[in-house]
């Protein structure tokens, strides 16, 4: 099957409507996630091969600092390329933003020094940060009618599964490949990806023909809209910040920011925790793959449970499930008992960040959700950049791996408390 992206206009509305093409657009769409994802979380599992590299020469503290930099890359990406993205078109910046993270995925596999991994690290976050708003828009609006919010699961559940494929790939060809390899990897998996997106990807929806022929006097009216739309944006602040709402946004906020801490804090250095903790390198990059792969089936079986019975005790619920695995963990044991709790820990970390962003989108009246999505998840990705650094200096500091799944489970139950303070009785 091919799809052609440069389709003219004429014919865009029927292609729009094949259930190939809208299938299509969600796939590729999905695989630029996965890539993404695995580019994002390989870093945790080559991290212990990275320490061990004399010629690099890091240590924790400082490979703490370098983890965090691609989240913050990832925050001045989503910032500048979703208003482009909207100006430019969804299918030139996605391919622009792939392209990016793409070149410096490459380049972190040549970097001689650690000044030059984390340059690189953090242009690649920034690559990464355009990729995924552009993904999510360019689907949603080939979605099935009605199926929207399936069709942005399946595209975000990319992140987790891509973590599957980057800890799969160091179990089986880590040693071999090291880990200059690995973000090799991740390199050619990009490139073949975005390649075939080029090809392939078609744009946003065109407009049929007759809101085309009306466009000249849509543009005519956008002053007077923008103007409306600056007001609508001030409201929305006011709104958001306003003491009806001000309580949900803090209390939302502090909860997306304590289970990014966690669940990006786990990807990042579970792999090395578990090799402190004398698990065997194979056996602690295997609990990186359960993880992810307890992560994609939980943010698809608990988004049903939440619902049959609304928002706050599933997520709260899983919030304090991840909070209770991440502290099981730190008591060690059989490997087999290990790998279950490590997969109930990504059941409900990665559940409870995808059910809080629906719950904060009902929460607010439409005329402020964009607002409060946006300020939810903007400061709350600070613990996403804080959750690195923070592993870093705990093990620097010699409290052991023990204190810093301490810490990650607490960040998963302070989740759990802020998501229960909500008011509301169901959220």
């Known amino acids: ?40 979380i390989v870093y945790g599992v080559a991290l212990p091969a990275m320490l061990g590299d004399d010629a690099l020469g890091l240590d924790t503290s400082l490979a703490g600092t370098l983890g965090s930099l691609a989240y913050a890359g990832m ?49 690649a976050g920034i690559g990464m940060g355009g990729v995924m708003p552009s993904c999510v828009a360019l689907s949603k609006e080939y979605a099935p009618r009605g199926r929207s919010a399936l069709v942005a699961t399946v595209v975000l559940a990319g992140i987790p599964v891509g973590g599957v494929l980057a800890a799969l790939t160091a179990t089986i060809w880590g040693e071999s490949l090291g880990w200059r390899g690995l973000f090799g990897v991740g390199g050619v998996l990009s490139v073949i990806v975005f390649a075939v997106a080029y090809f392939l990807l078609p744009d946003s929806r065109p407009l049929p023909a007759a809101a085309a022929a009306r466009e000249p006097e849509r ?89 049959r019975f609304g928002p706050r005790l599933v997520t709260a619920g899983s919030a304090v499930l991840a909070a209770l695995a991440v502290l099981a963990l730190s008591q060690g044991g059989s490997t087999a008992v290990i790998l279950g709790v490590t997969a109930l820990a990504g059941v409900g970390a990665q559940s409870a960040l995808t059910m809080l962003n629906d719950w904060v989108a009902s929460s607010y009246p439409a005329s402020a959700r964009a607002t409060a ?44 408390v802020a998501l229960l303070a909500v008011p509301g009785r169901r959220g």
């Not at 410096?104 to 000044?115: D, I, K, Q, R, S």
């Not at 709350?380 to 489970?409: C, E, H, K, N, Q």
Request: proline share 4%; charged share 15%.
């Open 75 to 123: 925050l001045i990406g989503a910032l500048v390329c979703g208003p482009l993205a909207d100006r430019l078109g969804r299918r030139r910046l996605l391919l622009a933003a792939g392209t990016v993270f793409t070149v410096f995925t490459v380049a972190c596999a040549l970097a001689a020094e650690p000044w030059q991994f984390g340059l690189f690290r953090l242009l």
């Open 219 to 307: 543009e005519a009216a956008d002053e007077a809209v923008n103007g409306a739309a600056r007001d609508s944006e001030k409201a929305g602040v006011r709104t958001v910040l306003s003491r009806t709402y001000a309580r949900h946004t803090i209390l939302f906020t502090l909860a997306n920011f304590a289970v990014l801490l966690a669940w990006y804090g786990l990807n990042t250095w579970l792999t090395q925790l578990m090799r402190e903790m004398d698990y065997p390198l194979g056996s602690a990059l295997r609990f990186t793959l359960v993880l992810n792969l307890g992560a994609v089936v939980g943010s698809f079986a608990l988004a049903v449970l939440a619902d």
């Open 373 to 416: 999505l946006g300020c939810v998840s903007g400061f709350g990705r600070g613990g996403a950049i804080v959750a690195p650094l923070l592993g870093g200096w705990i093990l620097d500091a010699a409290m052991g791996p023990t204190t810093v799944f301490y810490v990650f489970a607490a960040a998963a139950l302070v989740c759990a």
């Open 1 to 40: 099957m091919t799809i052609d992206a440069q389709a003219p206009a004429t014919n865009a509305p029927t292609a729009a409507r094949s259930p190939a093409l809208t299938w299509a657009v969600v796939a590729l769409c999905t695989a630029a996630i996965t890539v993404e994802g695995f580019d994002l």
